[in-house]
């Protein structure tokens, strides 16, 4: 099915370790984009992409890195995993039309990491 | 800065009645869009309904509409004849137009319990 697929849905780390939370899509999104939800608090976003080889920070980047070498591929890596790093994270796609008009965003289903 | 305000942490409903959850938004941009997403217990988002700053009627997706109210600055949810089903975390969220990427900013939510 076409869509945003993330893997894995869960994971347990402990603090230290290193880590890709992977993304992909198969709708020939150009943007894609990294969120981290906690409780009690709504999405927020961490690093975005507005296409191949192009990324920039988001909300709240620290301790994360991306890249994005092709334009189906948007993995998220943890350097050194942090207890704060604990959260459920999404990875989204959307795009624009010719005419310039948004597209609509896609959800993948989430990852939920923990960090001990 | 862009915010949305999200002022219910919970609401209850019985099953048949309509519900309101509001949301409230901050923007100095002329151009924004406005987002209905639900998350069931099982975590995934799921889009409900959207509302462009220029849309002049209010948006409507079946049993979901949006009460958008420009001067105020409010993009109310109404659910009308609530399901069992419709128990979840409701999330508002605004897009920001005027910048190379188009993300999304959330409030913090509502939770919303249909009960027999």
């Known amino acids: 099915n076409a869509g945003v697929t993330q893997t894995p849905k869960f994971q347990v780390l402990k603090t230290g370790q290193s880590m890709t939370l992977q993304c992909a899509q198969d709708?020939?999104?150009?943007?894609m984009s990294w969120y981290r939800q906690d409780p009690g608090m709504g999405l927020r976003l961490i690093h975005y992409?507005?296409?191949?080889?192009?990324?920039d920070q988001g909300e709240v980047p620290n301790g994360y890195n991306v890249s994005r070498s092709t334009t189906e591929d948007f993995p998220l890596r943890l350097l050194s995993a942090a207890p704060s790093q604990t959260s459920v994270y999404f990875c989204?796609?959307?795009?624009?039309?010719?005419?310039?008009?948004?597209?609509?965003?896609?959800f993948g289903s989430g990852t939920r990491l923990t960090v001990v | 800065a862009q915010k949305i305000t999200q002022t219910q942490p919970g609401m209850f409903v019985q099953e048949k009645e309509a519900v309101t959850l509001d949301c409230t938004y901050d923007?100095?941009?002329?151009?924004?869009?406005l987002f209905w997403y639900k998350q069931p217990s099982s975590g995934e988002m799921i889009f409900l309904i959207y509302?462009?700053?220029?849309?002049?009627q209010n948006a409507t997706e079946g049993r979901y509409s949006l009460n958008f109210q420009k001067a105020r600055k409010s993009a109310n949810l109404v659910i009308s004849a609530s399901q069992l089903g419709d128990s979840a975390m409701y999330f508002c969220?605004?897009?920001?137009?005027?910048?190379?990427?188009?993300?999304?900013?959330f409030g913090t939510g509502t939770r919303l319990l249909v009960s027999p």
């Open positions: 923007t100095s941009d002329p151009s924004y869009g």
């Open positions: 989204a796609s959307s795009y624009m039309d010719r005419a310039q008009t948004w597209g609509g965003y896609t």
């Open positions: 509302q462009g700053s220029y849309d002049q």
């Open positions: 709708m020939n999104h150009e943007y």
């Open positions: 992409s507005v296409g191949a080889g192009i990324t």
């Open positions: 969220a605004m897009r920001e137009v005027n910048t190379g990427f188009q993300k999304l900013v």
